[in-house]
């Protein structure tokens, strides 16, 4: 049997998405951001019908404008926005292209806080002390689940009654304080895990 070359059926990747995925990578883009300006960008270019790097300003408008016709969330429209800025002004640098894109203010609402009892009452379902521990650290002290997740024993400083969150939001690290309560609750499953690490 000749051996027969299979041609590659990998999809290509166009320059201008390379060129693009490489400026955000010099700039530390989270893999999740990546992902969401890509499908921005791959969003507008359907929209649009042709490369998007022969876009006009009207174009932009007309884009955002269809995107309200479908209404579109305040978080979608301000995405929309900042991901095709950063394709035009970083990747095709045509400074000041896209300017005029309207940011929509987001509306500001109250968070649900939970009473005491009903903290309580969470808290006290947790399946063993694992999940009490790290709800109680979240809830506690703000942390989100990927900042809980990637806590490790030496972020937690019991002298200074201080907890160190590594690369949160916005890849920033900050300093959350520790309660004597939440203190005593890791110390107790440390004890009976013993986790490494």
Same mark, same amino acid.
Request: glycine share 10%.
């Given at each position: 049997m000749d051996h027969q070359e299979h041609p590659d059926t990998r999809p290509t990747i166009s320059p201008l998405r390379q060129r693009?995925?490489? =400026?955000?990578?010099?700039?530390?883009?989270? =893999?999740?951001?990546?992902?969401?300006?890509i499908r921005q960008v791959a969003e507008f270019t359907a929209f649009l019908?042709?490369?998007?790097?022969?876009?006009?300003?009207?174009?932009?408008r007309r884009y955002q404008l269809h995107l309200a016709s479908l209404g579109a969330s305040y978080a979608r429209m301000n995405l929309a926005c900042t991901a095709l800025r950063f394709f035009f002004h970083i990747t095709?640098?045509?400074?000041?292209?896209? =300017?005029?894109?309207a940011r929509i203010?987001?509306?500001?609402r109250l968070p649900v806080v939970l009473s005491t009892e009903e903290v309580a009452l969470?808290?006290?379902?947790?399946?063993?002390?694992?999940?009490?521990?790290?709800?109680?650290?979240?809830?506690?002290?703000?942390?989100?689940v990927s900042e809980v997740t990637h806590l490790k024993v030496a972020?937690? =400083?019991s002298a200074r009654m201080?907890?160190?969150?590594?690369?949160?939001?916005?890849?920033?690290?900050?300093y959350v304080m520790?309660?004597?309560?939440?203190?005593?609750?890791l110390r107790r499953w440390w004890r009976e895990r013993r986790p490494q690490g």
């Open positions: 693009m995925m490489e =400026d955000m990578t010099i700039r530390r883009f989270g =893999d999740h951001t990546k992902r969401d300006y019908g042709r490369s998007p790097d022969q876009a006009e300003a009207e174009d932009l095709l640098g045509r400074a000041g292209f896209g =300017d005029r894109m203010p987001t509306p500001e969470l808290l006290a379902h947790a399946p063993n002390l694992k999940y009490r521990a790290a709800l109680s650290i979240a809830y506690g002290c703000g942390l989100r972020d937690i =400083d201080l907890i160190r969150v590594e690369h949160g939001k916005g890849r920033k690290d900050r520790l309660a004597p309560d939440l203190l005593d609750l």
